[in-house]
Structures are given as C-alpha cells and as structure tokens.
C-alpha cells in the first residue's frame, strides 16, 4: 500500500533534471566500451542466472594496512627501510661471529626494543581499523531472496545484483540504485556526512518506473539490467540505464544512493547493489593521502649518512693503523709480546697482516656503530605524537561556537608549522565567514539598501573619509550602533521596498519578477514550523539561502516544494492582498563552475513558459536580448560599486519560451542526458548554451561575507613574523582587492601591479573569434605586462608593490616559458592577490611556489576546491567551516578559524621546531660523546677491538640511560612562553631562516661531543693512571677504568641536557636526576648477578668504587671541566652575540618586558617596507626616513 508523506521535511539538496521520464531510442553507444562495461542483472542473483557468474568483488571491506599473515614481514620491511635500522640489524647478525667485541644478546636487545616498540604501535593502530572493519561487516541488511521475503544478512555476503531493503537511520551497504521509498513520490533523503562532512540530507527519488515497488511482495517479480559507468572515485557523477519491459531509462547521480550514508527522514527504500565493497564510491576515494616529509627529517637522514662516513673513516683508520703495526710484530723487540705473534690467530697473524686488518676493520664497524642512535627515530615519533596532542588541547585554538578544537591530523610535520614562508590562503570562507547577508539590491537600474559593509567602513577609514549612504547623509563610527536585521541572512534596510512599499515604485512589476525570480530560482527545501507557521529553509550553499530568505522579508514567500513544482505566497499587484501561486517545474540546469549559472524552466498558473536564471556577470551579460539590456548600463555600474564594496553578486535574468522552443529543447536535453558517455556534460552544457540566451535584464544581487573574527589581526602578527601572505580566490578583481584592504593585506600608499586580459586588444579578438589570436596575443600581453611589473619594482628599493592577477592571466602566467619572472615579480611583492583562480590553478600557483622558492609553504582553505592547494603544499590547513569537511579530511592540521592560524604557527610552531632541532643535536652530541670515548680507549689498546665499556653498558646507553631527557626535551622545554612568542613575532624567523638546524650548529654540536669525550677519556685515563687507586694498593684495572669513564660519559650528557633546557618542568627534573640515579642502580643490581652473566662489571661498583674517594673526585672534576667549553661558549653568545630568542629572554630577564617603548623597539627590528598588516600601515604613515625619501624624489 502507497504512504503518503507523513510530516514536513526540512534537509535536503535537488540533483534532478527532469527526473523519471522515458526515452525510447536512447545514445548508448558507450556501453560496453572503456570505461562503461559494468552490466548488473538486478534480483537475479538467486536464480543462479548471469549476474552469478560475473567477478565482481565481494561486499567485504579491509581499511587495515596489514593482515594476520602479513603483518610480520611488512612491518619489518617497512622498519628496516630506514638506512639506521638496516645497519643495525647487519650489526645484530655479525654480533653472533667471533668479530664481535661484545655478545650476541646484548647487540640485539636493544634493536628488539626499538622496533618492537615501533611494530606494537603501528600493530595497535591497525588492530583498532581491523576492529571497524569487523563491526562494519558483520552489520546486518535485509536482503531479498526470493518468493517476496526479505532476510537479515551480513554486508560482506551481499552480491552485486541483490535488492535490499533499508530502514530509517540505516547505513547503505554498498551504492545502490534507488527503486522505491516509502513516499508516493519515491523520494528518500540521505546523511552523507560520512562522505563529504555536510551535514544537510541530500533529496534522492528513483525512476517513475519502479516507483511503485512498495511492498515486499511486489519485489518477488522485479527483474532488470542495469548498464553503468565502471568503479570509479567521483561522488557526485553516474551514467548508465536500466533496461525494464523492453524499455531503457537513462540513470542519474539522483537515483544512487552510497555506501555509509545513512537513510533519513523516510520509513524504508528498497535499492538494487551496484557497486560493492572496494568498488564503491566512498572505498575509491579512500586513497592514502600523499606523503609528507618534514625539511628537518629529510636533513636528518643526510646527518646520519654524514655519521655513517664518520664511522667508515675512524674504522678505516684504526684498521690501517692495527695493519701496520701488526706487521711490525715480527720485527724483534715489539712492544706487543704478551700477544705471542707466532702463535697468534688470524686476527692478530703478524703474516697475514691485511687480512687481520680487514677483520679489524669490521670488528671496528660494530664497535664505533654506537656513534649512530639507534634510538633517534622511535623517540622522535614519540616526541611527535605528544606534541600533536598538545595542540590539539591548545583551549586558545578551540572555537566554542562550533564546540572544535583543532586537530593535528598527522604528526610528521609538527616542525614544519615552524618554518613557514609562504601562506596561500581561500578567501570565501578562511578569511571571511561564509553566512552570507543579502545586503543590497539593484533592480531596474535603481539601487536599493543602505547598508555599511565591512569593506566601505575600511575603505572610508584608509582615505580618512566619512560615508556616504545614497548621497543623503553622512555615518561616522556611530554608524556600528544603528539598526540591525535579527534574521540571519538577511541585513537589508531601505524603506522603498519593505513592508510592501515596493508596490509604490516606478517599476514596482519588474521588482515584483526580480524577488519571484529569487523564490522560485533554487535548490533550496522549506521547513515549516507547526507551531509558529514559520518558513525556515535547508539550501545547499549560504548564498542560496540568503537569496530565499529576503524574498521570504520582502513577501515573496516561498514554503512548499514537491519534485514537479514550487509553491510561493505573495503580493497580488491587483488586488493588493497575499495569494498562493504554483509554478510547475520542468527542468532545472544546474549551477557549475563552468557554466558560473543556474536557471530553472517553470510553468505558471496562466500556462506561460518561464526561464528563470542567475549567474556572475561574466557569463549573464553576454546572454542578454537587444530587448533585454535596457538597464544594462546602471546595473553594470551598481555591480562594479558593490564589488567595491565586497559584496559578491549575481545577475538576475529571465525570458519567456514557446511551446514549440521548448519541445525542441527538451528533446535535445533529454538525449543530451540519456547519453551514456564520458562527455554527457558537455553535451548537456551545449543544449543548455541554446536555450540561456535573449534574456531580459531584471537586476543584480549583493550579499556580503564577512570577515571573520580577529582576521585583521592575525594577518598583522604572521606579516611581523615575515610570513608572505598569497590569498587565491575565485572572486572578481575588485571584490578581492577591497576584501585586501579591510584585511590589512594590502594599505594605502601601496603600489597595485595588475595583470589582466581585460584590454580593448584582447576584447577586439575575442568578438572575432579566433581562438588562436586570441591566445598569442593575450600570452604576449602577460609577459609584457610580467617584464613591466619587474621593471617598476626594480626601479624602487623602499616602495611596497602589491601584486594582483585574475584567473585569465595566471593561465599564460603558469606556462613554462613565462612562470619563473612571474614568480620573481610575486616574490618581490608585499602582497599577491589571485583571482577568479580555478582549484587547479591554485593547486598549479602552490606548487610553484613551493618548487620555485624551496621554502616551506603553507595552504590553508575550507573547501572542496581547495583539496588540490592543501595537498600540493608542504603542510595543508582545513578550515572546519561551512563548506563541508573535504578540506580538513584532505588537511594535515585543522582548525575551526583562520585567526587560530596566529597562534598554532608563532606558538606551537615555533615550539616544535626549536624542540626537534634541538633533541636531534642533543642526540648527536650524547652519541659521538659515547663513540668517541670508545675510539679514544681503542686507540689506547694499539686498536686491538677491546670495548671501553662492558656489554650491557655499550646497549642500555642509548635505550635507558639517555633517551628519556631528550624525549622530556622535545615535549616541554620553551625557549619563551607563548605569551612573547606572540608579543615578540620576530621571534618566528629563526625557523624560516633555519637558524637552530644548519650544518654549523649539528657540526657544532658534533664537536662538543668530541671535546666531552677527551677530556673524559684522558682525564680519567690520567687520574686512574696512578699506582695505588684502591686502599689495600692495587691499581685500577681496566673494569674499573671503563665503569668510571661510563659514570662521567652519564653525568656530562645528562647535564649538558640541564644547561640546554630553557623550561625546566618536575618531568625534567625527574628523567635527568632520575636517569643519573637509575644509572649507579643498575650499576649495583647488574654487579651483585652471577659473574658468568656480569662479566667484567662484577661487584665493579661495590668493590672497587664506592669505597674509593678518587672517584667521586674524578667524577666530579671531569663533568665540571667537560661542560666549560659549552657553558663559555652560551654564555659569550648570550651575552654579545644572541638570537631571536636570546633578546627576547634578555628582555624578560631584565624586566623590561612593560616597557612599551623598548618593546616596540625590538618589535619593530621585523618591520620591513614590503611588510602588510596595520602596524606596518600606521608606521609607513609615520615614518620620518620614508617620509624624507619621498620627498626627495
């Protein structure tokens, strides 16, 4: 039995054309081809018939990087593709030969701890998708098999073919093909926030044909095949047909319905499987975003080869060295006797001396491998993660409204947020809000509303001017005070129109058909509120909403939408009171980014056939009548004057058809849809160009976006930072520009360089029509324009030039002959605006930048046209906005507000960076200490492959002894707090410079491990040396010699690390002093075990140290005298050569941090002439040398 509708619904979104109609002799000649070759045989899966023996995959999903049986070997590979781990791994097999200097179990523990470490979190991580994808399988649908009865079965058995039935609130199982719903109409609303983060339903209605299947019963005798595109990634595309009786029936987006969105809003659907498991849409678009790697990571793994080459060459040496004097042990009267020569083993044969040296030469190898931290990437991962949460509980990045906080997506490129050069950034809802106010109208040529934008109010204040409004008074700053609309999306004011009062005007029956035009020309759902009789709206886009409601203010009230027609309540001009009119709708041609308009085809009450349509202005002007462009000139100027204003506009445009225009052009549409081929939209878009054309001009609409909160400021605080701050954005030139300056991007006094096409040379050629003059000469005229533009900045050493490029230009200006002088001339701009940019080309300007500069770039957008920019640059930011979720599920860092960008790039950026760069010299400094000290002690035993150290000390140096600080190191330490991070922004240029990550402070560091370790060595060598080091007068062996250099080697990195740190926390205090103490507690437990087991440090410490005061003494000499070097060398710098952050620590320390006039002193050292932002506007104002400047020229 048919339902009716039971309630009002208020989500959804239109995809129809015209949906449901038949077409006998449709265009599928495609089917069969590349790219169309999937044929489905709907609910004949149980009669074993063809479908069956087709090899479509299973319904079964795997999101898990590894399985059961893979996960060993895999993750193994993918630990020991790093050149570190291979290396210790070859260390690990040759620790079980006799070329060892150490035992087999103490080499591979450690490694076993290190990449079992690494392997159980990346097993954790896979477990927890392995978990999902079980609860996602083993969820149950109701499937038909046969007879009219429907069964519960498991996802992962559904086949292609199967008819299924959904309930409400229900995922879909796979994508399904829209058969019926529990509407007469066949209609279902669909969640896809799952899909595409939106949290509007979406409208669905399957075909008239099979819109009758209501009950279980009738679904026992449904047969048909469906013909349709292969698998493939795109959501909102689907071609194919269905072949039913005989008959084919073309297939739309409209009718299918994806796997894990939800059912809403309706009682069932039934649908037949078309794509399953990894075939559908949502598994195709689940690609692994592309990978990332931070500058400093990349430096890292040069750093280690360095090490390697270190390593090779001390190696070499010693071995040459151990060669030769073991030649010379033939000779009579050596000094190495006790090693009886002529008995020796290979290893010490003084007759096969180069062999023993190339054995040397890999006992060497293993020996110093100790110079490489094998701990270094696990801790720096770590270091990551934790940071990563850091941020992501920053309160100061939480925006309440939206209840988000921000969310680092990926940990890898944490220090890279410290070293950004360039910002590109989305305008439409990044830097301004994306809630659109219809604020202002021009309807006849006559311009209607008083409102102040945003823009106007910056505007008037940069020419220090009062404003106008309809040249009839004056506003000042007051202004902010006067009336504000309540509704949202609607802040019009003018008393012509309001209250009915339009009926009054000289045009009143043009107004009326501009507002109608505005109620009836949408996508937009009503919902009407039972209990107030209140119209809300569901559109699919903030300006489509805006355009609804102020017909709904003005009284054109539109409340009621069916899939044949729309339903509005308004004005009656004759009779002067409030009527209910329905227009039929016959098509709707949908907005695009190509088409840049949409219109609609509908009937009205008297039979009249209307086309209704609004567009830019690019593309509605030219599609005007002779008869239609009688308020062309007006409505042009008031365009202009609201894009001045930065008001984003359309142009509204109707005409009327025949009857017999519009058979002719709905048989062509509909072939034009019923084609299944890879150019349907073309074909539809070259119907649709036939019919928008003589249309007659109603007027224009303005609607404002505004600015988000703190935008001005944010980009005051990244251009102090010496960030260059690009905005691309698709809105025309002057829209841009004005948006520039109410954002403090460009200011008063600031050179515009504008490259545009938009000549009388290039208009001559294009109504000519030659396609290929028309590119010659518009390619020369970029390029010309380019090498001016260089010329003029060239020219100028102080001026600060701004850049502004529309959509046209950038085309010729990103080909290969041409984009490096644009990118010089962007490069030599204060500022760089790119407008009417495609999402290709934004994508095509960042990574000219990125590659063209090699320096970090930053993308930050809130759309699904800005995925390309957010994964081309080298760290991606997606707003949490309006616009859905595609950017941030594309983005590496999210957050809910461009004015949080300040904070997570001065602050946590620059912490992050500091940290990382410092922990990575800090581990390099703590290993080459270690290395050498076992070089040095090798050397001293004539290169003989004796170890300084016992096993288990050699192993647990870098796994217990020392990691834990480093790791502390890299979570908490602050060079400043985040309030002078933000006070100071200069501050932020030691990451874009580099400064705490060059060659000369790893090599700097190197060395101070070097330096550490000598004087370790030889002081402890020296002290020890002496002949009575214990009370009963026997001298120190070398157990002893090697625990008390280990003992020293503990406390001197574990210092060096308290002398590094800047932050001390209780955490530090306790890994540092703790890991010191935890060091003479092994030392006591490891000694008291079996000797068999102990070896060498045996009862070490209780027997041969503690009772004996020299080494308490030497321990404490040597650690003073080896951190000397370091101490002096901070403390000269500090004094009269610091940092970024050494002056900003000077000026806490000295207390001067309240002085105003200090600060902006120090403040102002990052002030350039080229800098954006108000600080450096009011300081070109006032500055006397730029003043004098000009005044001389």
């Given at each position: 039995?048919?339902?009716?509708?039971?309630?009002?619904?208020?989500?959804?979104?239109?995809?129809?054309?015209?949906?449901?109609?038949?077409?006998?002799?449709?265009?599928?000649?495609?089917?069969?081809?590349?790219?169309?070759?999937?044929?489905?045989?709907?609910?004949?899966?149980?009669?074993?018939?063809?479908?069956?023996?087709?090899?479509?995959?299973?319904?079964?999903?795997?999101?898990?990087?590894?399985?059961?049986?893979?996960?060993?070997?895999?993750?193994?590979?993918?630990?020991?593709?790093?050149?570190?781990?291979?290396?210790?791994?070859?260390?690990?097999?040759?620790?079980?030969?006799?070329?060892?200097?150490?035992?087999?179990?103490?080499?591979?523990?450690?490694?076993?701890?290190?990449?079992?470490?690494?392997?159980?979190?990346?097993?954790?991580?896979?477990?927890?998708?392995?978990?999902?994808?079980?609860?996602?399988?083993?969820?149950?649908?109701?499937?038909?098999?046969?007879?009219?009865?429907?069964?519960?079965?498991?996802?992962?058995?559904?086949?292609?073919?199967?008819?299924?039935?959904?309930?409400?609130?229900?995922?879909?199982?796979?994508?399904?093909?829209?058969?019926?719903?529990?509407?007469?109409?066949?209609?279902?609303?669909?969640?896809?926030?799952?899909?595409?983060?939106?949290?509007?339903?979406?409208?669905?209605?399957?075909?008239?044909?099979?819109?009758?299947?209501?009950?279980?019963?009738?679904?026992?005798?449904?047969?048909?095949?469906?013909?349709?595109?292969?698998?493939?990634?795109?959501?909102?595309?689907?071609?194919?047909?269905?072949?039913?009786?005989?008959?084919?029936?073309?297939?739309?987006?409209?009718?299918?319905?994806?796997?894990?969105?939800?059912?809403?809003?309706?009682?069932?659907?039934?649908?037949?499987?078309?794509?399953?498991?990894?075939?559908?849409?949502?598994?195709?678009?689940?690609?692994?975003?592309?990978?990332?790697?931070?500058?400093?990571?990349?430096?890292?793994?040069?750093?280690?080869?360095?090490?390697?080459?270190?390593?090779?060459?001390?190696?070499?040496?010693?071995?040459?060295?151990?060669?030769?004097?073991?030649?010379?042990?033939?000779?009579?009267?050596?000094?190495?006797?006790?090693?009886?020569?002529?008995?020796?083993?290979?290893?010490?044969?003084?007759?096969?001396?180069?062999?023993?040296?190339?054995?040397?030469?890999?006992?060497?190898?293993?020996?110093?491998?100790?110079?490489?931290?094998?701990?270094?990437?696990?801790?720096?991962?770590?270091?990551?993660?934790?940071?990563?949460?850091?941020?992501?509980?920053?309160?100061?990045?939480?925006?309440?409204?939206?209840?988000?906080?921000?969310?680092?997506?990926?940990?890898?490129?944490?220090?890279?947020?410290?070293?950004?050069?360039?910002?590109?950034?989305?305008?439409?809802?990044?830097?301004?809000?994306?809630?659109?106010?219809?604020?202002?109208?021009?309807?006849?040529?006559?311009?209607?509303?008083?409102?102040?934008?945003?823009?106007?109010?910056?505007?008037?204040?940069?020419?220090?001017?009062?404003?106008?409004?309809?040249?009839?008074?004056?506003?000042?700053?007051?202004?902010?005070?006067?009336?504000?609309?309540?509704?949202?999306?609607?802040?019009?004011?003018?008393?012509?129109?309001?209250?009915?009062?339009?009926?009054?005007e000289p045009y009143s029956n043009i107004i009326q058909k501009f507002f109608r035009l505005l109620a009836v020309c949408h996508?937009?759902?009503?919902?009407?509120?039972?209990?107030?009789?209140?119209?809300?709206?569901?559109?699919?886009?903030?300006?489509?909403?805006?355009?609804?409601?102020?017909?709904?203010?003005?009284?054109?009230?539109?409340?009621?939408?069916?899939?044949?027609?729309?339903?509005?309540?308004?004005?009656?001009?004759?009779?002067?009171?409030?009527?209910?009119?329905?227009?039929?709708?016959?098509?709707?041609?949908?907005?695009?980014?190509?088409?840049?308009?949409?219109?609609?085809?509908?009937?009205?009450?008297?039979?009249?056939?209307?086309?209704?349509?609004?567009?830019?202005?690019?593309?509605?002007?030219?599609?005007?009548?002779?008869?239609?462009?009688?308020?062309?000139?007006?409505?042009?100027?008031?365009?202009?004057?609201?894009?001045?204003?930065?008001?984003?506009?359309?142009?509204?445009?109707?005409?009327?058809?025949?009857?017999?225009?519009?058979?002719?052009?709905?048989?062509?549409?509909?072939?034009?849809?019923?084609?299944?081929?890879?150019?349907?939209?073309?074909?539809?878009?070259?119907?649709?160009?036939?019919?928008?054309?003589?249309?007659?001009?109603?007027?224009?609409?303005?609607?404002?976006?505004?600015?988000?909160?703190?935008?001005?400021?944010?980009?005051?605080?990244?251009?102090?930072?010496?960030?260059?701050?690009?905005?691309?954005?698709?809105?025309?030139?002057?829209?841009?520009?004005?948006?520039?300056?109410?954002?403090?991007?460009?200011?008063?006094?600031?050179?515009?360089?504008?490259?545009?096409?938009?000549?009388?040379?290039?208009?001559?050629?294009?109504?000519?029509?030659?396609?290929?003059?028309?590119?010659?000469?518009?390619?020369?005229?970029?390029?010309?324009?380019?090498?001016?533009?260089?010329?003029?900045?060239?020219?100028?050493?102080?001026?600060?030039?701004?850049?502004?490029?529309?959509?046209?230009?950038?085309?010729?200006?990103?080909?290969?002959?041409?984009?490096?002088?644009?990118?010089?001339?962007?490069?030599?701009?204060?500022?760089?605006?790119?407008?009417?940019?495609?999402?290709?080309?934004?994508?095509?300007?960042?990574?000219?930048?990125?590659?063209?500069?090699?320096?970090?770039?930053?993308?930050?957008?809130?759309?699904?046209?800005?995925?390309?920019?957010?994964?081309?640059?080298?760290?991606?930011?997606?707003?949490?906005?309006?616009?859905?979720?595609?950017?941030?599920?594309?983005s590496d860092v999210a957050i809910a507000q461009f004015r949080f960008l300040e904070r997570l790039l001065l602050v946590h950026?620059?912490?992050?960076?500091?940290?990382?760069?410092?922990?990575?010299?800090?581990?390099?400094?703590?290993?080459?200490?270690?290395?050498?000290?076992?070089?040095?002690?090798?050397?001293?035993?004539?290169?003989?492959?004796?170890?300084?150290?016992?096993?288990?000390?050699?192993?647990?140096?870098?796994?217990?002894?020392?990691?834990?600080?480093?790791?502390?190191?890299?979570?908490?330490?602050?060079?400043?707090?985040?309030?002078?991070?933000?006070?100071?922004?200069?501050?932020?240029?030691?990451?874009?410079?580099?400064?705490?990550?060059?060659?000369?402070?790893?090599?700097?560091?190197?060395?101070?491990?070097?330096?550490?370790?000598?004087?370790?060595?030889?002081?402890?060598?020296?002290?020890?040396?002496?002949?009575?080091?214990?009370?009963?007068?026997?001298?120190?062996?070398?157990?002893?010699?090697?625990?008390?250099?280990?003992?020293?080697?503990?406390?001197?990195?574990?210092?060096?690390?308290?002398?590094?740190?800047?932050?001390?926390?209780?955490?530090?205090?306790?890994?540092?002093?703790?890991?010191?103490?935890?060091?003479?507690?092994?030392?006591?437990?490891?000694?008291?075990?079996?000797?068999?087991?102990?070896?060498?440090?045996?009862?070490?410490?209780?027997?041969?140290?503690?009772?004996?005061?020299?080494?308490?003494?030497?321990?404490?000499?040597?650690?003073?005298?080896?951190?000397?070097?370091?101490?002096?060398?901070?403390?000269?710098?500090?004094?009269?050569?610091?940092?970024?952050?050494?002056?900003?620590?000077?000026?806490?320390?000295?207390?001067?941090?309240?002085?105003?006039?200090?600060?902006?002193?120090?403040?102002?050292?990052?002030?350039?002439?080229?800098?954006?932002?108000?600080?450096?506007?009011?300081?070109?104002?006032?500055?006397?040398?730029?003043v004098k400047d000009k005044q001389h020229r």
């Amino acid at each position: 039995m048919k339902t009716g509708r039971k309630k009002k619904i208020n989500f959804s979104k239109i995809y129809s054309f015209k949906c449901g109609k038949e077409s006998s002799r449709d265009d599928h000649s495609q089917i069969g081809g590349p790219g169309f070759s999937r044929v489905v045989y709907c609910n004949e899966s149980h009669d074993g018939l063809e479908s069956s023996s087709r090899n479509y995959v299973t319904n079964y999903v795997r999101t898990t990087k590894y399985t059961a049986a893979s996960f060993l070997p895999k993750s193994l590979f993918e630990q020991f593709r790093r050149v570190a781990n291979f290396f210790f791994l070859v260390t690990g097999i040759l620790s079980f030969t006799r070329l060892a200097p150490y035992s087999a179990v103490s080499a591979i523990v450690p490694l076993i701890i290190v990449i079992g470490a690494t392997m159980v979190k990346e097993g954790i991580e896979d477990w927890r998708r392995k978990q999902q994808d079980i609860e996602m399988n083993n969820r149950k649908v109701k499937v038909h098999s046969g007879d009219g009865v429907f069964n519960p079965t498991e996802w992962k058995n559904l086949k292609v073919g199967d008819v299924v039935k959904v309930e409400k609130d229900e995922f879909f199982p796979a994508d399904l093909l829209l058969l019926s719903s529990s509407y007469e109409d066949a209609i279902c609303y669909v969640e896809t926030m799952n899909l595409d983060g939106e949290t509007n339903l979406k409208l669905k209605q399957a075909l008239e044909v099979t819109s009758d299947l209501n009950e279980d019963e009738e679904i026992k005798d449904f047969r048909a095949v469906v013909k349709c595109e292969d698998p493939n990634a795109n959501l909102y595309s689907f071609i194919g047909s269905m072949e039913i009786h005989e008959q084919q029936y073309p297939l739309s987006p409209q009718q299918l319905l994806l796997r894990d969105s939800k059912l809403r809003n309706t009682d069932h659907v039934y649908g037949a499987v078309i794509f399953t498991g990894h075939d559908t849409k949502v598994m195709q678009n689940s690609t692994d975003p592309p990978s990332k790697r931070s500058k400093i990571e990349k430096k890292m793994d040069k750093i280690i080869y360095f090490l390697f080459g270190v390593l090779f060459l001390i190696a070499f040496t010693g071995s040459v060295y151990f060669g030769v004097v073991t030649k010379n042990d033939l000779k009579g009267g050596h000094r190495r006797w006790y090693l009886q020569p002529e008995n020796a083993e290979i290893f010490f044969d003084p007759h096969r001396a180069p062999a023993a040296a190339t054995y040397h030469f890999l006992t060497a190898m293993l020996l110093y491998s100790y110079l490489i931290p094998i701990s270094l990437y696990v801790s720096i991962e770590i270091v990551k993660v934790l940071q990563s949460i850091f941020i992501n509980q920053d309160v100061n990045m939480y925006y309440e409204e939206t209840d988000k906080p921000a969310h680092a997506r990926t940990s890898n490129l944490n220090e890279e947020l410290g070293q950004v050069d360039t910002i590109l950034s989305d305008k439409t809802g990044t830097l301004t809000c994306n809630s659109m106010e219809f604020i202002k109208c021009s309807v006849a040529g006559t311009a209607y509303g008083y409102g102040v934008t945003e823009v106007e109010k910056a505007m008037a204040k940069k020419n220090g001017s009062p404003l106008k409004v309809n040249g009839n008074g004056l506003i000042d700053d007051s202004f902010g005070n006067t009336k504000k609309s309540t509704v949202k999306g609607f802040n019009f004011d003018d008393d012509r129109v309001m209250n009915g009062h339009w009926i009054t005007e000289p045009y009143s029956n043009i107004i009326q058909k501009f507002f109608r035009l505005l109620a009836v020309c949408h996508t937009a759902i009503p919902d009407i509120d039972e209990n107030t009789g209140n119209v809300t709206y569901e559109a699919e886009s903030p300006d489509e909403a805006a355009f609804v409601i102020a017909a709904r203010e003005i009284g054109f009230e539109f409340f009621k939408r069916t899939h044949a027609s729309v339903s509005i309540n308004e004005l009656d001009l004759v009779s002067g009171k409030r009527v209910e009119r329905s227009y039929k709708l016959l098509n709707i041609l949908e907005f695009n980014s190509t088409r840049k308009r949409m219109s609609v085809i509908v009937r009205d009450e008297e039979g009249k056939l209307l086309l209704l349509s609004k567009g830019a202005d690019s593309v509605m002007f030219e599609r005007l009548g002779k008869n239609g462009r009688e308020f062309e000139e007006e409505t042009r100027e008031h365009v202009h004057e609201y894009a001045d204003a930065g008001l984003r506009t359309l142009i509204l445009a109707y005409r009327e058809l025949s009857e017999e225009e519009f058979e002719v052009f709905d048989k062509k549409f509909s072939e034009a849809k019923n084609s299944v081929s890879a150019d349907r939209d073309a074909l539809i878009d070259e119907v649709t160009e036939e019919v928008e054309k003589d249309l007659i001009l109603l007027g224009a609409t303005a609607v404002e976006d505004k600015l988000q909160q703190g935008v001005p400021e944010c980009i005051d605080k990244l251009a102090q930072a010496g960030i260059k701050i690009w905005v691309l954005t698709g809105d025309k030139l002057e829209t841009a520009i004005n948006i520039g300056y109410a954002c403090s991007l460009l200011r008063q006094g600031m050179k515009r360089i504008a490259i545009t096409l938009e000549n009388p040379e290039i208009t001559a050629l294009e109504k000519a029509g030659d396609k290929n003059a028309i590119a010659k000469a518009s390619k020369q005229s970029v390029l010309k324009q380019i090498t001016e533009g260089k010329s003029q900045v060239a020219a100028s050493n102080s001026e600060a030039f701004a850049l502004i490029i529309d959509g046209k230009s950038l085309a010729y200006a990103l080909e290969d002959n041409s984009k490096k002088s644009f990118l010089e001339l962007a490069l030599s701009c204060a500022s760089v605006i790119c407008c009417r940019s495609s999402p290709k080309q934004k994508a095509l300007v960042t990574r000219l930048v990125k590659e063209g500069t090699n320096r970090t770039t930053l993308a930050i957008g809130d759309g699904a046209n800005d995925v390309g920019m957010l994964q081309e640059a080298d760290i991606g930011i997606g707003i949490s906005g309006v616009e859905g979720m595609q950017a941030v599920m594309s983005s590496d860092v999210a957050i809910a507000q461009f004015r949080f960008l300040e904070r997570l790039l001065l602050v946590h950026g620059h912490w992050c960076y500091r940290r990382i760069s410092s922990m990575i010299c800090y581990f390099f400094y703590k290993n080459v200490t270690f290395g050498i000290t076992l070089f040095l002690y090798e050397a001293y035993t004539s290169f003989s492959g004796q170890p300084a150290y016992n096993d288990w000390f050699l192993s647990l140096y870098n796994v217990f002894f020392t990691s834990l600080p480093v790791i502390a190191m890299g979570v908490f330490d602050q060079d400043v707090s985040a309030r002078f991070c933000l006070k100071f922004p200069l501050l932020y240029q030691e990451g874009v410079q580099n400064l705490l990550f060059t060659w000369r402070r790893i090599i700097g560091w190197m060395l101070n491990g070097v330096c550490s370790a000598l004087i370790i060595f030889f002081f402890c060598k020296e002290s020890l040396s002496l002949p009575a080091f214990k009370k009963n007068g026997k001298i120190a062996e070398y157990q002893s010699l090697g625990a008390t250099m280990y003992t020293c080697v503990v406390w001197v990195v574990n210092c060096q690390m308290a002398l590094a740190i800047s932050y001390f926390t209780l955490i530090q205090h306790i890994v540092i002093w703790g890991g010191i103490a935890f060091w003479y507690v092994f030392l006591l437990v490891y000694g008291a075990m079996s000797s068999n087991f102990s070896t060498t440090a045996y009862k070490v410490f209780v027997e041969s140290l503690a009772p004996t005061p020299s080494f308490y003494v030497v321990t404490l000499f040597v650690v003073i005298s080896a951190l000397i070097p370091y101490y002096s060398y901070n403390a000269i710098q500090m004094r009269f050569f610091p940092m970024y952050h050494g002056m900003i620590q000077w000026i806490r320390h000295e207390g001067r941090s309240d002085d105003p006039e200090y600060c902006d002193i120090v403040r102002q050292r990052s002030i350039r002439p080229t800098t954006v932002g108000f600080t450096a506007r009011s300081l070109a104002r006032t500055n006397p040398l730029e003043v004098k400047d000009k005044q001389h020229r």
